[in-house]
Nanobody
Framework: QVQLVESGGGLVQAGGSLRLSCAAS????????MGWFRQAPGKEREFVAA????????YLADSVKGRFTISRDNAKRTVYLQMNSLKPEDTAVYYC?????????????????WGQGTQVTVSS
């Protein structure tokens, strides 16, 4: 069992930055690949970024490449999403999620544990 709690969301102007954090409790975090997803009103939840258990491999959605960075600190049991050059279209609720067996994937259906989400609003 893994419990996830996101923080760091808020209101920011276009071009600004935010850093989201996802604090995990429960089993050894390094056993899980982690992902960030987002869901805008009226839209499907979509993949944003993923990172392997060790942090050595990452993958970003095309829409955020060059602007967002995913990282993790297993000693602190925390995963981060650094978001720079934010755009109004980045506005969404952002969720972190954990997938067992270090199976890094873009598929939301594979993720077993989810946080409650944190709102990110980017004004133009």
């Amino acid at each position: 069992q893994v419990q996830l709690v996101e923080s760091g969301g808020g209101l920011v102007q276009a071009g600004g930055s935010l850093r989201l954090s996802c604090a995990a409790s429960g089993r050894t975090l390094s056993s899980y690949a982690m992902g960030w997803f987002r869901q805008a009103p009226g839209k499907e939840r979509e993949f944003v970024a993923a990172i392997s258990g060790s942090g050595g491999t990452t993958y970003l959605a095309d829409s955020v490449k060059g602007r967002f960075t995913i990282s993790r600190d297993n000693a602190k049991r925390t995963v981060y999403l650094q978001m720079n050059s934010l755009k109004p279209e980045d506005t969404a609720v952002y969720y972190c999620a954990a997938v067992p067996y270090n199976s890094m994937t873009m598929s939301k259906d594979a993720y077993k544990y989810w946080g409650q989400g944190t709102q990110v609003t980017v004004s133009s």
